[in-house]
């Protein structure tokens, strides 16, 4: 990415972590927007669309996320993406 | 998480010959059975949890791999499986490629940590593009069973 980046922390709340579930609505959201994002976890990085990279970051409930976003609707997806965090994903047991 | 802390050796096919979702894991199951790693009583609830959570999106990630999976009350400890198919599996998945190595997970109701320890490491290894490729090409069990050892033992790059 050598746009600019827009940058947001959000933290996993679900109990769960980011697992398979999980990653297929990030994936979900994210390609309704004309945007490009990462997770990173630490030092390691992840595509906001390549499920497998997303699971690979093994990140567990508590853990900080930053997002790191480049494209016109930047923002609006890390809205979109922050509040779905929040909601723990909407799965039941979070 | 290694591979060998919840991948059952004796349940591990080089040659499944199931050619659609519900086959597969079908297969994959009855082989834990076979193994010893679940109880005959459990195995249609089993595959009838895994194809459930099939429904609510697939576990095919891309690079002709699925990690299909469940929770499940009989198992007191992750079990799991690996498998390979020759022909590859129309799995739905988000690439719409084919499938030809599949890892199954069978989790305790209670125990999140473990399934996201065992996604995670399948997934870290599945980025390096020659354990995936000779996983592909494994001919026998025992082939597949020494890859998953020579990661565990950090000889790819994951």
Do not use: W
């Amino acid at each position: 990415m050598d746009q600019a980046k827009t940058t947001r922390t959000v933290v996993v709340t679900n109990r769960a972590g980011l697992h398979l579930r999980a990653a297929l609505q990030i994936f979900q959201l994210v390609r309704e927007f004309s945007v490009e994002i990462e997770l990173v976890v630490d030092r390691q990085r992840a595509k906001a669309t390549d499920m497998l990279q997303i699971v690979a970051l093994g990140a567990s409930q508590g853990t900080e996320v930053t997002l790191e976003a480049a494209g016109p609707e930047a923002d609006a997806a890390l809205d979109a993406l922050a509040s779905l965090f929040a909601a723990g994903f909407h799965e039941e047991d979070s | 998480m290694k591979f060998m802390d919840f991948i059952s050796p004796q349940a591990i096919r080089a040659d499944l010959t199931a050619g659609d979702k519900p086959g597969v894991v079908r297969e994959m199951v009855q082989a834990l059975l076979d193994a010893g790693a679940i109880d005959p009583g459990d195995m249609e609830s089993i595959v009838k949890a895994i194809m459930n959570r099939e429904e609510l999106g697939s576990t095919g990630i891309g690079r002709g791999v699925a990690v299909p999976h469940a929770k499940h009350a009989s198992v007191d400890r992750l079990v799991g499986t690996v498998a390979v198919s020759r022909e590859g599996v129309d799995f739905d998945s988000l690439d719409g490629e084919k499938v030809y190595v599949l890892f199954l997970l069978v989790s305790p109701l209670d125990r999140p940590g473990d399934h996201l320890r065992a996604l995670e490491n399948i997934a870290r290894q599945l980025r390096d593009d020659r354990f995936c490729r000779f996983l592909k090409q494994a001919k026998t069990a025992e082939e597949i069973r020494q890859l998953l050892e020579e990661a565990d033992a950090n000889q790819f790059g994951g």
